[in-house]
């Protein structure tokens, strides 16, 4: 079965510090697509980054990096110099796009505050 | 270029009643997939359409059910409308069959039952 754990409900960050957001997965297919998305308050799931199973090199996106750990089955985002504006929930996601079984799959997400 | 588009962003309903939400796709995208989404909870999958059919389901009642139109634009209805069905209905397109290219959510529309 395909799963997704973040295993922190909330973390509190110093503005300008960085933050890595942990994420670990579950699936025995070879061929994956992971991906980060930010909740802010007003609901809208807004895409951050994403790595395919078979990148050789770890996604980067401005200020957004993923740690692709693929022995691991881990995806961490890292989020470097935080701003206020980064405090939101944060969701590790994996679509495995088999036949006719495609699919996002989320975790419980993590609630990131930055602190001024 | 407009991206996932839903409607209404808010709703209430009385037990027992009723809904329908209504999502466009991003221009390009063909599948579309409905998520439900309960207060400090990760969104949960409802269904897909593809090609007007629902192509595969989550673990949810008859009660939900779905449409797909030519244009790839979709319906989800709700039935028979439960305190326990008040939550964020969330919309994401995609291209079928591929994994590297992410699902574009829309804002989503808050449905509370009352």
């Known amino acids: 079965a395909q799963k997704i754990t973040q295993t922190q409900p909330g973390m509190f960050v110093q503005e300008k510090e960085a933050v890595t957001l942990d994420c670990t997965y579950d699936?025995?297919?070879?061929?994956?697509?992971l991906f980060w998305y930010k909740q802010p308050s007003s609901g809208e799931m807004i895409f951050l980054i994403y790595?395919?199973?078979?990148?050789?090199q770890n996604a980067t996106e401005g200020r957004y990096s993923l740690n692709f750990q693929k022995a691991r089955k881990s995806a961490n985002l890292v989020i470097s110099a935080s701003q206020l504006g980064d405090s939101a929930m944060y969701f590790c996601a994996m679509r495995v796009p088999m036949n006719r079984d495609d699919k996002i799959i989320f975790g419980k997400g993590t609630r990131l505050h930055i602190l001024p | 270029d407009a991206g996932v588009t839903q409607s209404p962003t808010h709703l209430i309903k009385t037990r027992g009643q009723q809904v329908t939400l209504r999502c466009s796709p991003k221009s390009g995208h063909d599948t579309v997939s409905w998520y439900q989404q309960a207060l400090g909870q990760g969104p949960q999958f409802i269904f897909q359409y593809y090609e007007e059919e629902e192509r595969q389901r989550g673990n949810f009642p008859d009660r939900f059910s779905g449409h797909q139109f030519p244009n790839y634009s979709s319906e989800l209805n709700v039935n028979a409308l439960l305190l326990g069905d008040s939550a964020l209905y969330l919309c994401?397109?995609?291209?079928?069959?591929?994994?590297?290219?992410?699902?574009?959510f829309g804002q989503g529309t808050r449905l509370t039952v009352v």
């Open positions: 699936t025995s297919d070879p061929s994956y697509g």
């Open positions: 790595q395919g199973s078979y990148d050789q």
């Open positions: 994401a397109s995609s291209s079928a069959g591929t994994a590297n290219t992410e699902a574009f």
